[in-house]
């Protein structure tokens, strides 16, 4: 018993030798923070955090977790591009990209290794929300700043990035309110459900539609964030209930309006995803469409923030990302779509708020170099 | 003389793997700024311990001629249960530690019963029990999370000085006698406690090498008075817990747990990979754990190389991030036909078996 006891309090003191080695890592500061426009904190509650400064050029590296869908390619080759931009090109030495797959120990693994490889800040998106207390306790002893982008972690310790999925349902909401009138059948088609993405567009979503004053008749239907799924539920959908007056969709905006083109129902309000495809039918075909979305951009945000913390500078500890959006009236061919390029490209990567204008062609060029 | 040709015959796959792994591992290890270093190897140990022991669980179904899916759901279902159980006092503890390893092998013990007395195919039994596996870590953990004591987790996956200090060892690890061994990750110890202290008793014992001979060969194993079932049974039953001990030990070192159906999938296809790289046949009979070990760090060891390659140079257009699946791929079917190239030379194929 006596043993037991002695091993608690060893277990105290070690405890206790931790918490003081661990005293690198960012002060919580209090803001304002630099650059608000682009770095723009969460909400009213957002703490601030600040590195100390140290002199550029970087070593940066992107530890990206599963590769196989077009968004996390397009994220890929906007990083890749970002590095190379001109403003950004001086402030990086290095800069290394790796994919560890879906397995979260390999993901920590590369996250410690670039921590003792001695990179100055790692990019990442989490492969799960939690299990990242290890490397972010890492990454502070050795004073590395850790972006997490996209996937968040539940955490309140390293800055992260991210768009804010609630107000994007809230944006999709008023589109349909401003366009279909106050009262309809609106379908509803909603993203890979259990993913709080999913929930937070879909609750934002319904707190307009479903504020006071309005009444719709709402339809709800899965699409799984995926061109086909959403094309045949809407053309499940349109076979039973025959017409819609407006469609919000949360991703594979593409099938979806395909599907209405192909059961020849009229062309009603649409707000979708920001896929290429979706954008060439809303000019194709008159649409009234808005296209939102979680641009594979963000990695350059999240890069754009990791330099500026390097510098020194007082950072919001969650940044909420403008989010890009174009409506019927503002597409232009070339500009922020591109009718010679595939449906699935990401057209959403501008942000002029952060001087960061990665348009679709520099990330092509990028994919040639990438062939030679 | 010709008693260690025919050793060095009988595990050519176990030394082509660990030949492979020293290649990998010294060329990371040579363009790694703190290449060979106490914070490295611990980190390097940290990443690779979960799929050594998944690949450690694939290995003993294979040696009786058969397959187990549910290996990285298995482990899954016991991260999460971790979660659940591993905090609270010493008691607890162990008391957790416990029944996550028991959840294994009751686990394996139900794979067994199904092939063994269900008489279903392994592959098509383990691929349903694999599911059920998934479908109850998801009942334990719907969302990512949970809680797992912090000591527990620290003492365990650093190495043997944080070991010694969270449990008051030796002066807390500050014993003069004990510094030349502070530096040593503890989960490489783990594995070789475990292959010492479980393994090589299995295999001596009459059930392991029960094991062996009906891979070889299930009919003359019966006819030679071998318990087939209890071997069979056996196996599985170890593959759970080696399984177990996988998702424990990423608990420990994710402090949470995941309910995460594809890295369950990944987990099981790189624990097959491991085996074959190895040495193990996937006929069965032949091979061992200890080339999986090496199997599974093997397909660590590739992935580390693109983390240290120089973009700008040749080594590191082969690390570009669109082309790492495809490379990993490239070596992985490589170092798989080279175990399988022998089977080009062979006169006979009883010779494989010599």
Redesign the interface.
Known sequence: MLGRHVARAAVVAAALAWAGSAAAGPKVVSGPGEDPKCFKPWDQKTGYLQWTARKPPFRVALVNGFVGNTWRIQMVQTAKAFAEDPSVKPLIKDFRVVSTGTDAAAQLGAIEDFINQGFDAIITIAVSPTGFDRVIRAANRSDVVLVPFDNVLDTKDVMQVNEDQLEMGRIHGRWILEQAGKSGTILEVRGLPGNSVDRDRHLGFREVLEAPGNSYKIVEVVGNWDDGTAQKAVADALSVHGKFDGMFVQGGTTGAVRALIDAGHPMIPVSGEAENGFRKLIAEKNIKGLSVGQSPGLVAIAMKAALSALQGKVMPQLVSVPIPMESYKTLAAGKNYWPELGDNFFTGNAFPDCGVNLSATEIMAQTKEDKK | MSDLRLRLAQNRGLIGAILMFALLYGLYSVL???GG?G??LV??A??????VLAAMAQTLPVLTGGLDLSVGPLMTLVNCLASQVLNGG?ADLALGIALCLGAGLLGGFVNGCLVVYGRVQPIVATLASGAVFTGIALLLRPT???EID??LS?GL?YDLA?LA????LFD?GKAPWFAPFAGLPTPVLLVVAIVVLVWLPFRASVTGRGCYAVGSSEGAAYMSGIAVDRSRLAAYMLAGLFAATAGLY?AL????G?A?A??AA??TLNSIAAVVIGGTSLFGGSGGVVGSIFGALVL?AI??N???FD?GSWLGAL????L??FVEGLVLLLAVSLGAARVLRVRNRLHLFG
Do not use: C, I, M, W
Not at chain 2, 165 to 168: E, M, P, Q, Y
Not at chain 2, 253 to 256: A, D, K, R
């Open positions: 790694h700024p703190r270093s914070p490295l980190q390097n940290n990443e690779s311990f979960a799929l010493p990512p999370g949970g912090k000591d620290f996956t944080e200090a969270t449990f008051g807390d990423l070192q994710t402090g949470s995941n995460d594809p890295q990944a987990y660590r992935s580390f693109f983390r240290v973009p690390a570009d991030p669109l790492q699946p």
